[in-house]
């Protein structure tokens, strides 16, 4: 006899003598279709020859009636999860049993008992266009469903009421179930038993048994029981393949769990971290300014930040954090708190503020951790721009007439050393002049060649769209860096503009 298991795991197949037994026409066999329950209420298998076959060469009879199958332990060397990776012994497609043929009488009888005595619930109740009702029933967790025909008196199928449907019924506590079953009415053929099975199993060749040492154990607690129209079934405990099947299940559901709980969490990181980004800006006479941040994934390690100085001061930072996701936006949001502490404390120096930043970003990071930043100043009343450039990619300073200044580094990058300073330069802006601040993911931004997106580009871009108002700069640059890369994003992509008035 033949033991398989369908491509999801969620059916077990059997082939025995109930193939023969249910009669000389083969054709009734292909009506037999097992599905199996994804929970503890039940699981079916059904007389069907598997997908994936593992032969038993012990035909000893294993308590579930005088025919039932016997069952293989899975071989621990190729398990189910390695079998499923390559493909399931097909091409990879999802597959799984879903339905039984059980055919019946009376299907108002039929369907009063599945519910009413074995607590199944009703899966579809509909009339086809033959004029025929077609009724199904599920166990409670709906995983399979049991299709109750009823069949002409003069049809073949109409032989098969009344006998072994080769239907099993899987629980983790039969003696519970087979309390409950009776209770309600349930007639079983006899009380459950224990049996146990030991198991050769064939070698790679096929020609020979392993050692009785390494035979398999097999067995567990049976009963079974009858439908109104005498169709039998079998209810089982848990036996060492369908424990294996189970525990994959469990693993499997518990993976799709973690996943599910991690989607969710980063969809709560991203709205918290879009908490971080400014929620107002401070209002400036003689500037217009804009930033946006659009993250390849969920949250990343950008940052930038209009902070009110006070005396008719403004401040522009735009940051990157070394690495990408969750353990960046960390570092971010550090960062993020420090440097809007520290401004709150009013230190008037930038230089001052940004050792202090560095000194308390290095304590509370790991050796590796550093960040870019561009951090200036602009005095409202002056139009004066103080900045520090520490490690950050130079902004781009567009004048009224075209020309373009690169503010470039005046120090090293924060976090790296306990000891850091920077020098402060200045710019002194006038009307019709554009400050441009990016990270990385702009001019790094890859086509499908392979090319980089650059700055000789974004010069140009900037170039081309600074009569825009702030926010349209920056809506036209992003738009030519991603036609340039195409759908997929590498890295996360910071814009900042402000126009002097």
């Known amino acids: 006899m033949l033991f398989g298991f369908s491509r999801d795991g969620g059916a077990v197949f059997t082939e025995d003598a109930e193939r023969q037994r249910i009669g000389e026409d083969a054709s009734a066999f292909q009506h037999l279709m097992g599905g199996a329950m994804k929970g503890g209420g039940a699981r079916?298998?059904?007389?069907?020859s598997g997908l994936h076959s593992l032969r038993v060469y012990d035909g000893r009879e294993s308590g579930c009636g005088g025919d039932a199958p016997i069952i293989t332990r899975m071989d621990s060397s190729r398990g189910r999860a390695e079998w499923l990776s390559e493909?399931?012994?097909?091409?990879?497609?999802?597959?799984?049993?879903?339905?039984?043929?059980?055919?019946?009488?009376?299907?108002?009888?039929?369907?009063?008992?599945?519910?009413?005595?074995?607590?199944?619930?009703?899966?579809?109740?509909?009339?086809?266009?033959?004029?025929?009702?077609?009724?199904a029933v599920a166990p409670p967790d709906g995983g399979a469903v049991l299709a109750l025909l009823a069949p002409q008196p003069d049809a073949w199928e109409y032989r098969l009421i009344g006998r072994s449907t080769g239907i099993v019924f899987v629980t983790e506590n039969v003696i519970a179930k087979y309390s409950e079953w009776r209770k309600r009415g349930v007639r079983f053929q006899f009380a459950p038993r224990l049996r146990r099975v030991t198991l050769g199993r064939r070698m790679a060749g096929g020609s020979a048994t392993e050692p009785e040492e390494q035979a398999g154990l097999w067995g567990g607690v049976f009963t079974q029981f009858k439908d109104p129209d005498g169709n039998s079934f079998a209810l089982v405990g848990f036996d060492e393949v369908t424990r294996e099947i189970e525990a994959q299940r469990r693993a499997l559901a518990q993976k799709a769990e973690a996943e599910r709980r991690a989607v969710q969490e980063l969809a709560i990181a991203k709205q918290v971290q879009a908490r971080l980004f400014p929620q107002t800006l401070p209002p400036m006479k003689t500037l217009e300014y804009a930033g946006t941040c659009i993250q390849a994934r969920q949250v990343g390690g950008d940052y930038f930040d209009f902070l009110d100085l006070g005396r008719d001061c403004f401040g522009l930072v735009v940051g990157d954090i070394a690495g990408k996701g969750i353990a960046a936006a960390l570092l971010m949001a550090n960062l993020q708190a420090n440097l809007r502490i520290h401004c709150a404390t009013g230190l008037e120096e930038p230089r001052r503020l940004l050792q202090s930043v560095n000194r308390v970003f290095h304590k509370n990071t790991n050796e590796n951790a550093f960040a870019t930043l561009f951090f200036a100043e602009y005095d409202d009343a002056d139009r004066r721009l103080r900045y520090a450039n520490c490690g950050h990619l130079p902004p781009l300073l567009v004048r009224d007439d075209g020309?373009?200044?690169?503010?470039?580094?005046?120090?090293?990058?924060?976090?790296?050393?306990?000891?850091?300073?920077?020098?402060?330069?200045?710019?002194?802006?006038?009307?019709?002049d554009t400050l441009l601040i990016y990270t990385d993911g702009v001019t790094e931004a890859l086509s499908g060649g392979g090319e980089e997106f650059g700055e000789r580009r974004l010069i140009e871009a900037l170039r081309r769209h600074r009569r825009l108002p702030a926010q349209g700069i920056i809506s036209a640059i992003a738009d030519e860096v991603c036609q340039f890369s195409g759908e997929e994003q590498h890295d996360d992509i910071t814009l900042t503009v402000a126009k002097c008035r």
């Not at 009703?122 to 025929?132: H, I, P, R, T």
């Open 44 to 48: 079916c298998a059904a007389g069907l």
């Open 87 to 135: 493909g399931g012994g097909g091409e990879g497609l999802y597959l799984r049993l879903h339905a039984v043929n059980v055919f019946v009488r009376d299907q108002d009888q039929s369907l009063r008992f599945y519910v009413d005595q074995l607590g199944f619930q009703v899966a579809f109740d509909a009339k086809l266009q033959s004029g025929d009702r077609w009724i």
């Open 403 to 432: 020309s373009v200044e690169r503010l470039e580094a005046t120090g090293t990058v924060l976090g790296l050393f306990g000891e850091w300073d920077c020098t402060i330069e200045e710019r002194k802006l006038h009307s019709g």
